[in-house]
T-cell receptor
Framework: SAVISQKPSRDICQRGTSLTIQCQVD?????MFWYRQQPGQSLTLIAT?????????ESGFVIDKFPISRPNLTFSTLTVSNMSPEDSSIYLC????????????FGQGTRLTVV | DAKTTQPNSMESNEEEPVHLPCNHS???????IHWYRQLPSQGPEYVIH???SNVNNRMASLAIAEDRKSSTLILHRATLRDAAVYYC????????????FGTGTRLKVLA
C-alpha cells in the first residue's frame, strides 16, 4: 500500500496567479500521476511524472499551464499557472496501479477555487 | 481503452444488498475489470478487480458475466458509509497504465 499526502488541502487564489501543489508518498514509486476533477465531474488524467525525465501530458494539457516537477522517487509538484476561474477543480495525485493486478492509490486532493 | 457504461445514480436502503451494474461490450479477452469508489471529499479508493472469475474480498464481490460484456459490483449489506461514486474501469495489458475514469454511479444509501 501507499500513503499519499497532498498540500495544500484547499486554497482560494486570485486569477492570474499560480499555485503549486505538493504530493508526498511514503514509499519510492516510479510513476506518479496527476488528475483533475472539475466540479461534479469524473477524474481526468493531466500528466504522468517519472523521476528524472519530463512529464508526459495528456491531450488538452500543456506544460506551460501545468508544469510538473519530480525531483525524487517520493515527491512531485504540480503547478497551476496563470489561473482563471475555469481552473477551479480538485487536483489529485496518484501512484501505483501500473500493473493489471495492482491497485492505484490516490491522495485526498487539493480543492482549488480561483476568484 | 474500452469504454464502460454505468447508470448515473442508484439508491439502496441501509443493510440491504446493492448490485451496481457495468456494461463493457467492447471488452477484449485480456482486459481486467477494476472497481474504485470515491467517498465524499476523498480521492478514489480501490474496491476490487477481476478478469474472468467472480471475485470476493472484504469490501465487495464482483460478478462477471460469462461473455464478460458486463459485470456487477455487489455490496452485501450497504451502510451509510458506502454512499459514494463507484467507477468501473477496464485495464488493458496491451494499452497503457492509465486509468480512464467514466462517469461512474452515484450510490445513495437511505437510512
Amino acid at each position: 500500500s501507499a500513503v499519499i499526502s497532498q498540500k495544500p488541502s484547499r486554497d482560494i487564489c486570485q486569477r492570474g496567479t499560480s499555485l503549486t501543489i505538493q504530493c508526498q508518498v511514503d514509499s519510492q514509486v516510479t510513476m506518479m500521476f496527476w488528475y483533475r476533477q472539475q466540479p461534479g465531474q469524473s477524474l481526468t488524467l493531466i500528466a504522468t511524472a517519472n523521476q528524472g525525465s519530463e512529464a508526459t501530458y495528456e491531450s488538452g494539457f500543456v506544460i506551460d499551464k501545468f508544469p510538473i516537477s519530480r525531483p525524487n522517487l517520493t515527491f512531485s509538484t504540480l503547478t497551476v499557472s496563470n489561473m482563471s476561474p475555469e481552473d477551479s477543480s480538485i487536483y489529485l495525485c496518484s501512484v501505483g496501479g501500473t500493473g493489471m493486478n495492482t491497485e492505484a492509490f490516490f491522495g485526498q486532493g487539493t480543492r482549488l477555487t480561483v476568484v | 481503452d474500452a469504454k464502460t457504461t454505468q447508470p448515473n445514480s442508484m439508491e439502496s436502503n441501509e443493510e440491504e444488498p446493492v448490485h451496481l451494474p457495468c456494461n463493457h461490450s467492447t471488452i477484449s479477452g485480456t482486459d481486467y475489470i477494476h472497481w474504485y469508489r470515491q467517498l465524499p471529499s476523498q480521492g478514489p479508493e480501490y474496491v476490487i478487480h477481476g478478469l474472468t472469475s467472480n471475485v470476493n474480498n472484504r469490501m465487495a464481490s464482483l460478478a462477471i458475466a460469462e461473455d464478460r460484456k458486463s459485470s456487477t459490483l455487489i455490496l452485501h449489506r450497504a451502510t451509510l458509509r458506502d454512499a459514494a461514486v463507484y467507477y468501473c474501469i477496464l485495464r488493458s495489458p496491451s494499452g497503457t497504465y492509465k486509468y480512464i475514469f467514466g462517469t461512474g454511479t452515484r450510490l445513495k444509501v437511505l437510512a
